[in-house]
């Protein structure tokens, strides 16, 4: 039986013809470990790095860590099956529906006389067949009539393509979809035990690992990289460096993002680390670094970060060193209950900076730029100005100008601290509508200190501080009010989670655009990139505090009533 490790060069390539590319979209793969039947179905701030946790709780680089689990779901987009047929006949839409557990009537059938564009229309149409099946489409769940689909329809889509390759008036990019295809076949069989087929299958993606198509050359060099883990597994001499070898000739083409090669790569790097071939591991995941860590797409530099990352030790390491200051900054700000922080070691600017630049000094990728961003908040809100002000400092000198996701993650951390400074001293008088539909006006609130939490009912933990707001309130019932800034999308019903949660305090209503450039103009006019985020606004209507601490506030609101 072949091992799994062809499995993510089999599924992963599904698609050869021209009505199906076969391309995998970000946070999606078509891999799957085994041919076996599925089981049957059963943030609104201010910019790309905005998160919704509250300062003490930035990913460390533990959690950053985890593979995403996004990255394994198989590909939701399938074609609707087909009517029987024999191929060039009219395609007849509409199936009748199968009854669950019951073999259908076989579907796909291939005649011996196709032109060659009917041959890659052919190839197109056994791929949407495929992913049906492979998606839990076709009705089938018994697991031998599952297989023994799936092997008639791989069986179709070989000698489809083997005649393309060999049909005398097919054009250049004819033959590169059926030997496309053929590969693909053939992968698919070898993943399903056929020992003969995955023979032919390395010998054929050996003849065109070279191939001047960049998609032939691609799948071939794919398929190689897994019998090199293969041969790793079974400890043969030579295996971890024909691996990295592999690996470095796939990535000497400009090839676009593609989150199924991504998937081979980390396979190839955990089989490296799982074998103690570490230094072949590490290069392996400098590369996915370099190729995809700086991808503009967020999504996939994330995911690079954690294939990159995962299995790879954190002690001792800049990251690793780098947290524990922020923790013990964070504990001895904020010591736990019968804590002295007398007691607790303390961490100077010099020393963070140190170890902030121990970290850029490595290729940075967007894990760590978040990261760097989330201590900033965690170090503004504990009273860490100067330990906030030289990380600020290192995004914008290291990070900002890049044009990637990490870039935009350290100019959207910048212009939030720029803003969070400039609404200091502003009369806030927003021209918004209420929640309930009531006249808000902050001029009505003039002679008070106006406490305003920022919250949305996608997040209620963004109103985890109400009950300190509700007891100042209490304490100073004429010299103290409570006004919500509601961040909600269009179209939530905050309504019914007011009437739900009873809430008692009016609230603007700024609603957020997720596909808009600032999301929210309020959030982004207060830096707000956190929930919790609470605003103090003095008696003249001016921003006197922001705090995103989730702390107690009494000490602010009083400092404005003497």
Same mark, same amino acid.
């Given at each position: 039986?072949?091992?799994?490790a062809?499995?993510?060069?089999?599924?992963?390539?599904?698609?050869?013809?021209?009505?199906?590319?076969g391309?995998v979209t970000?946070?999606?793969?078509?891999?799957? %470990?085994d041919?076996?039947?599925?089981?049957?179905?059963?943030s609104?701030?201010?910019?790309p790095?905005?998160?919704?946790?509250?300062?003490?709780t930035?990913?460390s680089?533990s959690?950053?860590a +985890?593979?995403?689990?996004? !990255?394994?779901r198989?590909?939701e987009?399938?074609a609707?099956?087909?009517?029987?047929?024999?191929? %060039?006949?009219?395609?007849?839409?509409?199936?009748?529906q199968t009854?669950?557990?019951?073999?259908?009537?076989?579907?796909?059938?291939l005649?011996?006389?196709?032109?060659?564009?009917?041959?890659?229309?052919f @190839?197109?149409?056994?791929?949407r067949?495929?992913?049906?099946?492979?998606?839990?489409?076709?009705?089938?769940?018994?697991?031998?009539?599952?297989e023994?689909?799936?092997? *008639?329809? /791989? &069986?179709?889509?070989k000698?489809?393509?083997?005649?393309?390759?060999?049909?005398?008036?097919?054009?250049a990019?004819?033959?590169?979809?059926?030997?496309?295809?053929?590969?693909q076949?053939? +992968?698919h069989?070898a993943s399903?035990g056929?020992l003969?087929a995955?023979?032919?299958?390395?010998?054929?993606?050996?003849?065109?690992?070279?191939?001047?198509?960049?998609?032939?050359?691609?799948?071939s060099?794919?398929v190689?990289?897994?019998? &090199?883990?293969?041969? @790793?597994?079974?400890?043969?001499?030579?295996?971890?460096?024909?691996?990295l070898?592999?690996v470095?000739?796939?990535?000497?083409?400009?090839?676009?993002?593609?989150?199924?090669t991504?998937?081979?790569?980390?396979? &190839?790097?955990d089989?490296?680390?799982q074998?103690? *071939?570490s230094?072949?591991a590490?290069? /392996?995941?400098?590369?996915?670094l370099?190729?995809?860590g700086?991808?503009?797409? &967020?999504?996939?530099?994330r995911m690079?970060?954690?294939?990159?990352? =995962?299995?790879?030790?954190?002690?001792?390491?800049?990251i690793?060193?780098?947290?524990?200051?922020?923790?013990?900054?964070?504990?001895?700000?904020?010591?736990?209950?019968g804590?002295?922080a007398?007691?607790?070691?303390?961490?100077? /600017?010099?020393?963070w900076?140190k170890a902030?630049?121990a970290?850029?000094?490595?290729?940075a990728?967007?894990?760590?730029?978040?990261?760097? !961003?989330?201590?900033?908040?965690?170090?503004?809100?504990?009273?860490?100005?100067?330990?906030?002000?030289?990380?600020?400092?290192a995004?914008?000198?290291e990070? =900002?100008?890049?044009?990637?996701?990490?870039g935009?993650?350290?100019r959207?951390?910048?212009? !939030?601290?720029?803003?969070?400074?400039?609404?200091?001293g502003?009369?806030?008088?927003?021209?918004?509508?209420?929640?309930?539909g009531?006249?808000? %006006?902050?001029?009505?609130?003039?002679?008070?200190?106006?406490?305003?939490p920022?919250?949305?009912?996608a997040f209620?933990?963004?109103?985890?501080?109400?009950?300190?707001?509700l007891?100042?309130?209490?304490?100073?019932?004429?010299?103290v009010?409570?006004?919500g800034?509601?961040?909600?999308? /269009?179209g939530?019903?905050?309504?019914?989670?007011?009437?739900?949660?009873?809430l008692t305090?009016?609230?603007f209503?700024?609603?957020?655009?997720?596909?808009?450039?600032i999301?929210?103009?309020?959030?982004y006019?207060?830096?707000?990139?956190t929930?919790?985020f609470?605003?103090?606004?003095d008696?003249?209507?001016?921003?006197?505090?922001?705090?995103?601490?989730?702390?107690?506030?009494?000490?602010e609101?009083e400092?404005?009533? *003497?």
């Open positions: 039986m072949i091992l799994a062809l499995s993510f060069a089999t599924l992963s390539m599904v698609g050869c013809g021209r009505s199906d590319s391309a970000p946070g999606t793969s078509t891999t799957q %470990n041919v076996s039947p599925p089981e049957q179905p059963q609104p701030v201010s910019g790095s905005a998160d919704t946790r509250p300062p003490g930035s990913p680089p959690n950053a +985890s593979r995403d689990s996004s !990255a394994d198989v590909d987009t399938v609707q099956p087909q009517q029987e047929r024999t191929w %060039n006949e009219p395609i007849q839409s509409g199936r009748s009854p669950r557990g019951v073999t259908p009537a076989p579907g796909l059938q005649k011996s006389s196709l032109s060659p564009a009917q041959l890659v229309d @190839l197109g149409e056994v791929d067949e495929l992913r049906t099946l492979i998606s839990g489409q076709s009705g089938i769940t018994d697991p031998k009539a599952f023994s689909e799936v092997e *008639r329809v /791989v &069986a179709l889509k000698v489809a393509s083997e005649r393309l390759m060999d049909d005398a008036d097919a054009s990019s004819d033959r590169v979809i059926g030997r496309r295809g053929f590969l076949s053939l +992968s069989l399903m056929d003969k995955a023979e032919d299958l390395q010998a054929f993606a050996e003849k065109y690992r070279a191939d001047p198509s960049p998609e032939l050359r691609s799948d060099q794919l190689l990289i897994g019998f &090199a883990i293969e041969s @790793l597994r079974h400890g043969k001499e030579g295996a971890a460096e024909r691996v070898k592999l470095e000739e796939l990535m000497d083409d400009e090839r676009p993002v593609d989150v199924a991504l998937m081979v790569l980390g396979q &190839a790097k089989t490296l680390l074998y103690e *071939r230094a072949e590490a290069e /392996v995941r400098r590369l996915i370099e190729r995809f700086s991808s503009e797409n &967020a999504e996939v530099a690079a970060a954690m294939i990159a990352s =995962s299995g790879f030790s954190q002690a001792e390491t800049a690793e060193h780098l947290d524990q200051l922020r923790q013990q900054f964070v504990a001895k700000a904020r010591p736990a209950e804590v002295v007398e007691d607790l070691p303390a961490v100077t /600017v010099e020393m900076t902030v630049d970290v850029l000094a490595q290729p990728d967007l894990l760590t730029a978040e990261f760097l !961003a989330g201590a900033t908040l965690e170090a503004e809100a504990v009273g860490r100005g100067d330990i906030a002000t030289a990380t600020y400092d995004l914008k000198r990070l =900002s100008d890049r044009s990637d996701a990490v935009r993650v350290a959207t951390a910048l212009k !939030a601290r720029e803003n969070r400074e400039n609404v200091i502003e009369v806030i008088d927003p021209d918004l509508p209420s929640v309930d009531r006249p808000l %006006n902050m001029a009505d609130y003039r002679g008070k200190v106006v406490l305003m920022f919250w949305s009912t209620p933990d963004s109103l985890i501080v109400l009950p300190n707001l007891e100042i309130q209490e304490r100073y019932p004429d010299r009010a409570i006004v800034m509601n961040l909600d999308v /269009v939530t019903s905050v309504m019914g989670f007011v009437e739900q949660e009873k305090f009016p609230s209503r700024s609603e957020s655009d997720p596909s808009a450039e999301v929210n103009d309020v959030a006019r207060f830096g707000a990139v929930l919790l609470v605003a103090v606004i008696q003249e209507g001016k921003v006197r505090h922001l705090d995103f601490s989730g702390r107690d506030l009494t000490s609101v400092k404005l009533i *003497r």
